[in-house]
T-cell receptor
Framework: AQTVTQSQPEMSVQEAETVTLSCTYD???????LFWYKQPPSRQMILVIR??????QNATENRFSVNFQKAAKSFSLKISDSQLGDTAMYFC??????????????FGAGTRLFVKA | GAVVSQHPSWVICKSGTSVKIECRSL??????MFWYRQFPKQSLMLMAT?????????EQGVEKDKFLINHASLTLSTLTVTSAHPEDSSFYIC???????????????FGPGTRLTVT
């Protein structure tokens, strides 16, 4: 069974500093997709960044980047130059391609991030 | 693009009544839609997966007779909570995945959620 583990229930960071959120997952498949979603107080889920497992290059979206370590099954999110608007719950998520029979997205428990002024 | 709407955004109903929540993909065709339930400060719990034109697949422990899901078209799925009780009070979120020929990394697009309170 696929699982996603986020070991940090809460984190805080000073505005303009950098913070890294950790995520590990477990699967026996070699092809899959990983995501980080953000859920601000409005509770609207927002995609932050995605990574295809077959791509070795780490994904980057502006201030957000990932450190994807496939062998270690690790997928951490780095937020640079943290802004007050980054305060939210962050969920790491994993999905297998449909042809593997797995089509559901598996979410981690989430990490609540507070950005302090 | 890829916007998903939910209606209503919040609803209060009396115990024993039924309430319907709509989920619409506004600018794309969604062959697959998902319904989640989220308790305060917790992760999303998948309730069921619905494919257009077929019966929904419910996760273990989810009562299919209580949570009726209908995916009647490529842009609309509904969740009906039947005979609601206070323990059904929760935040319900739907999401949609684009169908062929466009499938962008199997990303899901989420609705804004519906807060259900059963009194």
């Amino acid at each position: 069974a696929q699982t996603v583990t986020q070991s940090q229930p809460e984190m805080s960071v000073q505005e303009a500093e950098t913070v890294t959120l950790s995520c590990t997952y477990d699967t026996s498949e070699s092809n899959y997709y990983l995501f980080w979603y953000k859920q601000p107080p409005s509770r609207q889920m927002i995609l932050v960044i995605r990574q295809e497992a077959y791509k070795q290059q780490n994904a980057t979206e502006n201030r957000f980047s990932v450190n994807f370590q496939k062998a270690a099954k690790s997928f951490s999110l780095k937020i640079s130059d943290s802004q007050l608007g980054d305060t939210a719950m962050y969920f790491c998520a994993f999905i297998l391609p449909p042809y593997t029979g797995g089509f559901k997205t598996i979410f981690g428990a989430g990490t609540r991030l507070f950005v302090k002024a | 693009g890829a916007v998903v709407s939910q209606h209503p955004s919040w609803v209060i109903c009396k115990s024993g009544t039924s309430v319907k929540i709509e989920c619409r993909s506004l600018d794309f065709q969604a062959t697959t839609m998902f319904w989640y339930r989220q308790f305060p400060k917790q992760s999303l719990m998948l309730m069921a997966t619905s494919n257009e034109g077929s019966k929904a697949t419910y996760e273990q422990g989810v009562e299919k007779d209580k949570f009726l899901i209908n995916h009647a078209s490529l842009t609309l799925s509904t969740l009906t909570v039947t005979s609601a009780h206070p323990e059904d009070s929760s935040f319900y979120i739907c999401s949609a995945r684009q169908g062929p020929p466009v499938q962008t990394s199997y990303e899901q697009y989420f609705g804004p959620g519906t807060r259900l309170t059963v009194t």
